[in-house]
């Protein structure tokens, strides 16, 4: 049979392939219609899922469509069904396949979903009249047993030619063990518990590196390995294996992951010294869940006929949709009941099913956008609940009281010769007289951190004014050619603005600014002209990583940096190459460049204050909430 060519198949299955698994939608696919066919078919989308490695469940359940199709037809034999599933599955293991079979044959009401699909149809039904086609499905099985037993001796002869593919004929059976030795099964990705013994993880180890690992070496690695396995965590163990292995041996990581109950346990009951010491850790094992309850089986289980298996695969899934129908689950809520029945049953289906471990994948509540579980709203604020919508409503900050320690320095106080830079200003405001110190009479770097117009442009100004100060001669004028500063803006719009803003206020000191942003290029002979130049975070990114002419940049002697807020997520890592940039030329040069970041509020603001190299204990990071804001919001 198995050399003969395959016969037609049947028409859903046809219709099914024109539409290919990748197209098809929902619309007449096959729908259970108990809860036993309904919780079987959901076994086989799992065990369909896993083959597939996680394809969406439209396309499983395509794919199911048709796989039930080949298992009702009962022109083919079994080799010829398998062969049929594994042109949609690719290679199937024999106990993968005995599943699906066992499956099939509790999937009784199939054939009513194959004769709606037919009839909705008709241009595929023509098709088959053309080829003449018989469509025939088996008769709907009988629920009992003795119908399912029936079908099992029917088989018998097909069962027989599969067990001879079976490496040891144990039982297999559980998403997380769902491999067994035979062939070219699962990529060479399965294990035979029967296989491992005291020594196996060395022995495999040592072939991973083509035995050109020193064997007392191979054995340390196997134990740190085993030790490694037995800690249960899968993102854990993953990547202490990936360190172990030094970032290499990935398939042999993969195989050990993929088999990582099977290879503690069955060594460990290798290695148990005497018999009540192996039947400890039986006990564990089975008190431990179904997923090693079945490698207990396995290990136990002796070369099994093709019937008896199917029998006891056949049994574990009516048994399990039994208890389903038993009334222990309503209808509405059966998934979220079954659940928790199958998980105190510890049911064959619960370990076919792979849950997903949600706590396990959340992200950590740091670095998560919106992550806080919890948002508390000022005091004063409230919650008033209309139809469709809520209103929030959140209290204005008052203004921060003025400290009495609080001064506001006058313009008046300033340095004579920086008066002209706050023309038609009488006093700096609260956050500029609380820098100004700082700003104007020390070289340290400064992260000022304040909400929108509480007047930043000032605070780089008086900045700006130190480093004039530095450069001022005794008889009052400037010596501009020993020093730039670079501004950089987030756009280049900013820039424009920021050239204008400082251009007029600076003009009385002779100070040039100019632009460096985009296509605007400037000639050696400006540059040299040029004491501020204001630029966009990537266009000073591409000046200072060029290798050529240095003689400016390394005139830098203050960087601000405007609107750094605004400089995250992609833009982040132009930032991050600028600051470390100018910090490795302070250490190659040893001449200081001071650094002075101004940002809106923020939350991380201390991270901000390190990253600008801010020395926290001397005073340079001033952060302002919104209690700051000239005008409330
Ligand atoms: N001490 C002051 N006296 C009078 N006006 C001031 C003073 N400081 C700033 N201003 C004015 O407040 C306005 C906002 O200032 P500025 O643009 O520097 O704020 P900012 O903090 O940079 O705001 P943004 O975050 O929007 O850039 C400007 O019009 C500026 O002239």
């Known amino acids: ?119 909705t149809a008709n241009s595929d039904d023509a098709l088959d009249d053309d080829m003449g086609v018989a469509v025939e499905f088996e008769e709907n099985e009988e ?41 070219d099964a699962n990529e060479g990705m399965s294990l035979n518990v029967q296989d491992i013994d005291a020594y196996w993880l060395q022995r495999k180890i040592s072939q991973a590196y083509d035995q050109q690992i020193d064997p007392q070496q191979c054995q340390k690695l196997a134990e740190e390995v085993l030790t490694i396995l037995a800690e249960g965590n899968d993102r854990e163990v993953e990547s202490k294996l990936f360190v172990q292995f030094d970032y290499k041996q990935f398939d042999l990581i993969k195989f050990l992951l993929r088999n990582q109950l099977k290879i503690v346990w069955c060594t460990r009951l290798q290695r148990a010294q005497d018999q009540e010491e192996r039947k400890k850790i039986e006990d564990e094992m089975k008190d431990l869940g179904p997923n090693l309850a079945a490698i207990l089986e396995q290990l136990h289980a002796t070369r099994a006929t093709a019937k008896e298996r199917q029998k006891i695969l056949e049994k574990n899934i009516r048994e399990e949709a039994r208890r389903l129908k038993d009334g222990s689950v309503g209808d509405g809520d059966r998934d979220r009941r079954g659940l928790v029945d199958r998980d105190a049953d510890g049911g064959w289906l619960q370990s076919q099913r792979q849950l997903l471990d949600l706590e396990n994948i959340a992200f950590e509540q740091v670095g998560l956008f919106m992550a806080n579980k919890k948002c508390d709203l000022p005091e004063g604020s409230y919650r008033h609940l209309s139809k469709g919508y809520e209103e929030v409503h959140v209290p204005a900050l008052k203004p921060h009281q003025l400290d009495p320690k609080e001064k506001l320095i006058k313009i008046s106080e300033l340095p004579d010769w920086a008066h002209p830079a706050f023309k038609g200003m009488t006093q700096l405001n609260r956050v500029q007289s609380e820098v ?198």
């Open 436 to 633: 100004y110190e700082t700003a104007l009479y020390s070289p340290d770097n400064i992260l000022l951190c304040a909400p929108t117009g509480a007047g930043k442009t000032n605070v780089a100004v008086l900045t700006i004014l130190q480093q004039l100060a530095l450069n001022r001669n005794s008889d009052g004028s400037f010596n501009h050619s020993d020093y730039k500063i670079v501004y950089v803006a987030p756009m280049k719009a900013l820039v424009a603005e920021v050239v204008g803003n400082l251009s007029n206020r600076l003009q009385v000191y002779d100070v040039k600014v100019r632009e460096l942003s985009g296509d605007q290029t400037l000639t050696r002979q400006q540059i040299e002209e040029t004491q501020i130049i204001v630029t966009t975070p990537e266009k000073w990114d591409i000046i200072t990583r060029k290798s050529g002419d240095r003689t400016y940049t390394q005139l830098v002697k203050l960087l601000i940096i405007d609107e750094i807020h605004l400089l995250h997520d992609n833009r982040g890592p132009v930032l991050e190459s600028i600051v470390a940039r100018t910090v490795r030329q302070i250490e190659t040069t040893k001449e200081h460049i001071r650094l002075v970041g101004l940002s809106a509020t923020l939350p991380n603001y201390e991270d901000e204050a390190l990253f600008l190299r801010v020395n926290l204990e001397k005073k340079g990071l001033f952060h302002f909430d919104n209690s700051y804001r000239p005008v409330p919001l």
């Open 1 to 119: 049979m198995l050399g003969e060519p395959l016969p037609a198949c049947p028409t859903k299955r046809r219709r099914l392939r024109e539409e290919s698994v990748l197209t098809s939608t929902e619309e007449g696919l096959y729908q259970p219609k108990t809860k036993e066919t309904r919780a079987t078919y959901e076994a086989m989308l799992s065990v369909i899922q896993q083959q597939l490695g996680g394809q969406p469940l439209n396309i499983v359940s395509a794919a199911a469509d048709e796989i039930l199709a080949v298992l009702k037809n009962d022109v083919f034999k079994n080799p010829d069904k398998k062969k049929e599933i594994e042109k949609l599955l690719n290679p199937i293991p024999n106990n993968v396949f005995d599943q699906l079979v066992a499956m099939g044959k509790l999937i009784t009401d199939f054939q009513d979903a194959s004769d709606a699909g037919a009839t």
């Open 143 to 183: 629920d009992d047993e003795e119908s399912d037993l029936d079908m099992v001796q029917e088989d018998e002869e097909d069962d027989d030619e599969v067990a001879e593919h079976h490496g040891s004929g144990a039982m297999q059976m559980g998403g997380v063990i769902d491999d067994d030795d035979s062939g």
